[in-house]
């Protein structure tokens, strides 16, 4: 069973303060991708990697910044975060060369205070 | 621009009857459309997927439909059950590999 895991379902933070969200797919997929979730607003792309450090911005890369060391992992970091960085965000992961059919985790809601 | 809209209000239906949800699109020649299911608080799960040449697919108790010309498909649950309940977002992807997501239809389900 295909599975995409993040390191936390619920996250509170300080403003100002780094904060690491983590995301491990176990499927061997070379695309992974970030969304943060907003009612009204929908599914919006933050950065998407294609392979192992490599990484493309996506509609709102601003204020984020993502890491790929592993095939299997994929990071991202709010270097400060701020109060409009409270979201649902969400990690997804697909197969090169196929569909784009996304296999997403269940989502981490981060509250920055 | 380009643009992918969804009803934004609930869809209501009854026990049994069959929801029948739209994705309407513009600027766009998607390669294939593909719908999910979110549940709240949950990443989106892959229903269905439907390519540019195919009118129709079926799975189980679901259908989709894609037509070109209309830029529109439609995504049909028969025998709806309240376990239905969800909200269904479609994504549209022009061969980028990357899909664009609509903002997703809320269904509701009664007893």
């Known amino acids: 069973d295909v599975k995409v895991t993040q390191s936390s379902r619920y996250l509170v933070k300080r403003t100002g303060e780094k904060v690491f969200l983590e995301c491990v797919q176990d499927?061997?997929?070379?695309?992974m991708f970030w969304y943060r979730q907003d009612p009204g607003l929908g599914l919006r792309l933050i950065y998407f990697?294609?392979?192992?450090?490599?990484?493309e911005k996506g509609d709102i890369p601003e204020g984020y910044s993502v890491s790929r060391e592993k095939k299997e992992r994929f990071s991202l970091i709010l270097e400060s975060a701020s109060t409009n960085q409270t979201s649902m965000y969400l990690c997804a992961s697909s197969q090169q060369g196929t569909t784009d059919t996304q296999y997403f985790g269940p989502g981490t809601r981060l509250t920055v205070l | 621009s380009q643009k992918i809209e969804q009803n934004s209000e609930a869809l209501n239906i009854q026990e049994g009857k069959t929801a029948t949800l739209t994705c309407n699109y513009t600027n766009y020649s998607p390669a294939y459309l593909q719908w999910y299911r979110q549940d709240p608080g949950r990443g989106p799960v892959f229903l269905l997927l439907i390519r540019e040449n195919e009118k129709e697919k079926r799975k189980e108790r679901l259908k989709v439909t894609f037509d070109t010309t209309l830029k529109q498909s439609l995504f049909h649950i028969t025998a709806s059950q309240p376990a239905d309940s969800a909200t269904y977002l479609c994504a549209l992807d022009a061969g980028s590999y990357i899909p664009t997501f609509g903002r997703g239809t809320s269904l509701i389900v009664h007893p």
């Open positions: 990697s294609y392979d192992v450090k490599m990484k």
């Open positions: 499927m061997d997929h070379e695309n």
